[in-house]
């Protein structure tokens, strides 16, 4: 555990907090005014956040390249008409977003963090519509329903794509 001081306008405060939030566990914000009043002290408690997804290297080690898997969801979307297993379709989809959202300036909050992250729901929600239980989504050991995927959507996708990947 370790504590975090930053110093930053008032208007910066929030969006601050929220990034502390996204890439530590945080305790309670405390905010005092500078002596010159102009700008605040943010002071939080913070710990790493411990990762229970596989690593965006390994998940994706054996992946083709990602021009290629652009090449496959592009056929995958006229084959799901014609009988490609949805749920392969999402999974990949939704992990070629995020190898693409890897890359970004922004991987967490940009574009293309944006759209990996509405694909890893909509994978979660075909997963969870299925119900088949804990080793139902290909043997990860967290369910679309857990807290933690929920939080992280994209962490489930790098879950169930390294499970996938293995057994193909």
């Known amino acids: ?87 392969e379709f999402w999974l990949r989809k939704a992990a070629l977003l995020d ?12 574009d293309a963090a944006t759209l990996a992250t509405e694909a890893a729901r909509r994978l979660m929600e075909i997963d969870d519509a299925a119900g088949l239980g804990p080793s139902g989504y290909a043997d990860g050991p967290y369910t679309p329903d857990h807290p933690d995927s929920v939080r992280q959507p994209r962490g489930y996708v790098r879950q169930e794509y390294a499970l996938w990947n293995r057994h193909q």
Not at 99 to 110: C, E, N, Q, S
């Open 1 to 87: 555990m370790f504590e975090i001081r930053v110093i930053c306008t008032p208007a910066e405060a929030d969006e601050i907090t929220k990034s502390l939030s996204a890439t530590f566990r945080t305790g309670q914000v405390r905010q005092h005014p500078t002596r010159d009043r102009q700008r605040v002290r943010l002071y939080v408690t913070a710990e790493q956040q411990v990762s229970h997804w596989p690593a965006p290297e390994t998940a994706y080690a054996k992946a083709p390249s990602i021009i290629s898997e652009i090449g496959w969801t592009a056929r995958g979307v006229r084959d799901c008409l014609h009988g490609i297993q949805v749920r």
């Open 99 to 110: 190898r693409i959202a890897l890359t970004d300036d922004d991987p967490v909050h940009g």
